[in-house]
């Protein structure tokens, strides 16, 4: 564990999903929030209240299906998904997942395709279709943002209501440490895109509660089809999360080896350790 | 383990655990390890992290005469070099991407890994042969109070104590997470037959549990 | 057709899954929003099975709780090689592995859904039951192994077998290693070699099994 305050200070003011809104209930849910033991609960007016410790209440926010809140004072609002406004898409909140493994490797696999024959097969990947193409990938100065665009992958079944294997294009964002948005072909509505997060609750450096959401244009599919496709596929992902080592995500770039691949994880490191965000990285091989 | 200036070797698994065309993790005095059979048989060694993003690679599988990581399926050959990065079908991977190895050995029905460059082969097990690997949560020291033995210099230990007539090979304990942890062989007269080989697991089982007990015991205040 | 009321992360629906696909018995599924919903103690879901448990198998008027029933009712119907029934000790060893299996549910599974799923529970008893069952698991394969049997009704899978596989494979989900383990290891890959078998969320595909594609850049 770092016990670094400057790199605990830049994390501690972001905001972070601590639960669903559909489950807030009087009880509380006793979670954690970077190591400090948390209640989110609704008071007796139905308003949601996260009280940290010895009762000190934290900051709350609602949106994206989720509660938000925060160790510290942050400096800006929740990052905007525009697309959550959009009349006609299906927001589907996937509920709670944990895994032992630092917040920040549960991003980065996030952000990985390569992975999809080995880990998602037959799904969001299959052999021969290995080979990784080049795409885009940049920390965009205007809005301090990492973006990966023109992302192309050959996919035997892309979502739920897909039949039959596409070629699908993906553009990733992350706008804020432990989140990843998703932006993703959507095959019945050409012109728009599905929007798949990645919020992560950070519990402590090497445990996380993963809560995934989408904004879908999909009215065919049931919901729980839906919340199922998205279970499945990170549950795939889960095991191999498990079992990286180290858990913390190394920030020295001798530690690991990246390829042309791996432009978008190479960004997103970057980007961590430009803003000293490292609640959950390691910075020196040990 | 016996232990010359220059190295030892330590029994990791039997050979009848290891198919062709699977990994498994083995443990030494360095950690976990990867073992692994190729289709025709050899046996390899390697740390059990891809360089890559640090999977482990006794997750990973096995095709012809290379292990492949199951997160990106980066290969790896018997020497520990990268042979293939399926994200780029035609770049040959850079020399420098590779996995430490281990020297590995396999003689009666063992298979055995060198910790350092040992001066001397692995230990003979002539009139022996081996039935099954046993995890005890307990020290060597523990074995050898429940077994009424001494373990040999090589980690050999010759016991009746619980009725069947047992070879126990012990690998050097280790710290894990839950306590002390020692990987263990068991071995029985060559030649024996069905019946008295599951007696023998069924003893091996019962001084396991004396083992487990004497050290359980032993924690207390 | 047969409707299986499906859970897609549970391991008791995947046996049925699994018995099914290995049988060549085509199930229709209505999956149940189990996480975060809990609608398997929703009204309709309690009007089928009281218990409040998944799976549940409804085939005309019939209707099945408790996977070791829907797996001996599968086999019965459409692959009853799959049945230990050739002699009264096989028949007893089944019966014994399907009560152990339940066993495997309450130690593995609970220690399972508390890991990742946040149910409660004291993680410390359950794994500790958890391995204490592993290593019985172990003990059984071993013996069977020197008769030369390499399930653990016989030398071919039964449903007993079907049982006892997917809380073992997942015993890692809720944090216990089955690194101590050859002969279990040995049983799942022989298990995982089936033609036939499929997966689900937290067991890989046995990628040896198919060989090495030739990669040329552009295939994509």
Known sequence: ?286 | ?221 | MMRLYDYVLSPSCYKVRLMAALAGVSLELRPVDFHPGAEHRGPELLSLNPAGSLPILVDGDLVLTESSAILVYLAGKAASQWLGRASPVDAAREQQWLSFSSRLTTSLGSARLHEMLLRPGDIGALQAAGIAALRELEAGLVEQRLQGRAFLVANAPTVADIACFPYVALAPDGGISLDPYPAIRLWSRALRALPGFIEMPGIHRLHELKPEPLLEPGVV
């Open chain 1, 1 to 286: 564990m770092t016990d670094d305050t400057a790199s605990a200070q830049a994390m501690t003011d972001e905001w972070y999903p601590v639960g669903l809104i559909s489950q807030l209930d009087k009880t509380g849910r006793q979670t954690a929030l970077m190591g400090e033991p948390i209640v989110v609960a609704h008071d007796a007016d139905g308003q949601a209240l996260v009280t940290g410790h010895n009762g000190r209440r934290l900051p709350v926010k609602l949106r994206y299906g989720h509660v938000w809140s925060s160790l510290g004072t942050p400096k800006k609002d929740i990052f905007a998904i525009p697309e959550a406004d959009q009349p006609g898409r299906r927001f589907v909140d996937v509920g709670v997942v944990r895994v032992r493994c630092s917040p920040l490797r549960a991003v980065e696999n996030f952000l990985d395709i390569a992975h999809f024959p080995f880990v998602h097969t037959d799904v969001l990947g299959a052999e021969p279709h290995t080979e990784v193409l080049n795409y885009t990938a940049e920390i965009r100065p205007d809005v301090d943002e990492v973006w990966a665009t023109e992302v192309k992958f050959y996919q035997p079944q892309a979502s739920k209501s897909a039949s039959g294997g596409i070629t699908t294009e993906y553009m990733y964002r992350v706008p804020a440490p432990t989140c990843s948005v998703l932006y993703k072909t959507c095959p019945p509505r050409p012109t728009e895109w599905d929007v798949i997060t990645l919020f992560v609750q950070p519990l402590a450096e090497d445990l996380c509660d993963v809560w995934p959401w989408m904004a879908l244009f999909d009215d065919e599919t049931a919901m729980t089809d839906l919340i199922h496709f998205q279970q499945m596929i990170f549950l795939q992902d889960r095991s191999i999360l498990e079992n990286q080592v180290p858990r913390l995500l190394p920030l020295d770039p001798g530690m690991e080896i990246p390829t042309r691949a791996d432009l978008t994880s190479i960004a997103y490191r970057r980007w961590l350790k430009r803003h000293n965000y490292t609640y959950g990285a390691q910075l020196v091989a040990r």
């Open chain 2, 1 to 221: 383990m016996r232990s010359d200036t220059t190295g030892f070797w330590t029994p990791v698994a039997l050979s009848a655990d290891v198919l062709a065309g699977t990994v498994i993790p083995a443990r030494v005095s360095a950690g976990i390890i990867a073992l692994w059979r190729s289709q025709s048989g050899h046996v390899a060694a390697s740390a059990d992290r891809c360089p890559h993003r640090g999977m482990s690679l006794s997750h990973g599988f096995v095709r012809g005469e290379a292990l492949s990581c199951i997160y990106h399926g980066w290969s790896y050959g018997q020497d520990g070099r990268c042979v293939r990065i399926p994200a780029h079908p035609g770049l040959t991977p850079p020399e420098t991407i590779r996995v430490t190895t281990y020297a590995v050995r396999e003689s009666d029905g063992i298979v055995w890994v060198a910790e350092g460059t040992p001066a001397s082969d692995p230990p003979s097990l002539a009139g022996w042969i081996p039935l099954r690997t046993l995890t005890v949560e307990a020290d060597r020291e523990a074995i050898e109070t429940a077994a009424g033995a001494s373990a040999s210099a090589d980690g050999l230990l010759e016991t009746t104590r619980a009725d069947e007539r047992l070879c126990l090979l012990l690998s050097p304990s280790q710290q894990v997470r839950t306590g002390m942890q020692t990987v263990t062989h068991v071995l029985v007269a060559d030649g024996c037959l069905p019946p008295v080989r599951i007696a023998a697991s069924r003893s091996a089982e019962r001084l396991r549990r004396m083992a487990e007990t004497a050290a359980e015991k032993g924690r207390l205040p």
